[in-house]
């Protein structure tokens, strides 16, 4: 019995094989399906880490329930781990930007010379500045948003003295200011600035980088001059005691 052949391609070649008793999946079909079934829901996915962080889950969960005793035992044991501990802050101000600091602020009640804390209470802040600029262009975003937006970056310069103050070797408290100096407009002068006080702390600082390429984008830079953004003046940072 002749066999049914799939028709051939303008080039001459035929697509496939096909019967009358043998349905033809398209392989996009299968791949869907292979990787419906095979790959991790979204719902599972923390699309917040690169990697699995248990620490770092337990800590958020409890501060989440008013817990702040977890964080803090999370920044003793990573010590002087600069990278981990701007991601810890990062990440841990962003939930008190988002969900409530109370937290947090009972942290600072209950150790008020606490590096740590003073640390996370500069990410805050500075989390809470974007948040309420919110995420739409600068012609879709309203004049009061703008000004709840700098009032909060000008106020966070305090905080990121004092999270460097207790705290004089480590560098986050400058990595956070990068976005400080993106929203205020920061001059190439000052930017250079803020680089040499990360750069002589952690020169190969992942998140100082990776914040600081944002700043030297030809767009960032021209967002920049087409608000005339004017330089603002931090004062000189006084070294300490070590944390």
Known sequence: MPSHRCPRTPGGSRRGWHTGAEPWIPPSLLLCCWLWYTLLPLRWQNSSLAGPDT??????????????EPAARLFEDIGQDWERRSLYADRLGHLAAEKGDRWLKAWQEARPADPDAALVVARTRIQYAWKLRGGSRAQYTSGSQFRQFHQELLASRDDIQRASELCPDDPSPFVAEIWRA?????????????????????????EAHHSALQYWTAKWQARKSSRGSSPRRRPPTRRRADC
């Open 55 to 68: 620490a770092l889950r337990r800590a958020r969960r409890a501060a989440a329930r008013g817990r702040w």
């Open 182 to 206: 993106l929203g205020l407009g920061y001059s190439h002068e000052e930017m250079h600035g803020l680089w040499s006080q990360i750069t002589a702390r952690a020169p190969h600082h992942y």
